[in-house]
């Protein structure tokens, strides 16, 4: 089978894309957040975590925690007890309290919007990172979660397994504009069809634009 061009690739990205904005015309990120705060500790405590699980304890937290300094300066014991149905919440919690102690003394209690200035922040890695870019501030980023991660390696995007390689394989080919969108299909698709054991490959809607070689059959 001969190599995918780059260019090859860019256009049939662009119609897996359109497709899946018909199949999920409500993709978008799963928590539940009014501010980039509350994003940011949302993202924190949903690292190996449901984001269902993660949206029903979250109302608790940002009703009682209105800027970072409030979470910097709680009792960790307290704020442990507040996540604690969520997995690795002592870790969590530290990671929350280190990334709010950041931000008010160095940021002036708000969340920056520069990638750079994200990654000084605890419990802030490349992935976290853009999703507060793209979700809180509106900047086009791509977000290498594990839908993402697994289903741009079964279309055949790219053949990475580092999330920093895969999003910049995802870069070259997915239109800028389309950055944070195409994410959120993907997590959508993810969730719904093209599961990680049993894939619905002989319902999914970009059958035909997916190389995969281990493609489910019909029954």
Not at 111 to 133: E, F, I, S, Y
């Amino acid at each position: 089978m001969a190599k995918e061009s780059l260019e090859a690739k860019s256009k049939r990205v662009k119609r897996i894309i359109a497709v899946l904005k018909r199949t999920h015309p409500d993709a978008k990120l799963a928590l539940h957040f009014s501010d980039p705060l509350e994003l940011l500790v949302a993202l924190i405590l949903a690292a190996q975590a449901r984001d269902d699980l993660v949206n029903q304890v979250t109302p608790e937290l940002f009703a009682k925690y209105r800027t970072a300094a409030a979470y910097a300066n709680e009792k960790e014991t307290v704020l442990q007890n507040k996540v604690s149905r969520i997995s690795f919440f002592r870790q969590k919690t530290r990671s929350i309290q280190k990334a709010a102690a950041i931000l008010t003394k160095d940021f002036g209690g708000k969340v920056p919007n520069r990638l750079d200035d994200l990654l000084k922040l605890a419990g802030v890695g490349r992935k976290t990172a853009n999703a507060v870019l793209a979700n809180a501030f509106g900047q086009p980023a791509i977000v290498v979660d594990t839908h993402v991660w697994r289903l741009s390696q079964r279309l055949g995007l790219t053949t990475q397994d580092a999330p920093d390689k895969i999003e910049a394989d995802l870069v070259e080919i997915v239109p800028r504009k389309e950055w944070t969108r195409f994410c959120h299909l993907m997590q959508f698709h993810g969730r719904r069809v093209c599961m990680a054991r049993k894939p619905n490959c002989p319902n999914c809607s970009v059958n035909k634009l997916c190389p995969w070689p281990h493609k489910t059959r019909a029954k």
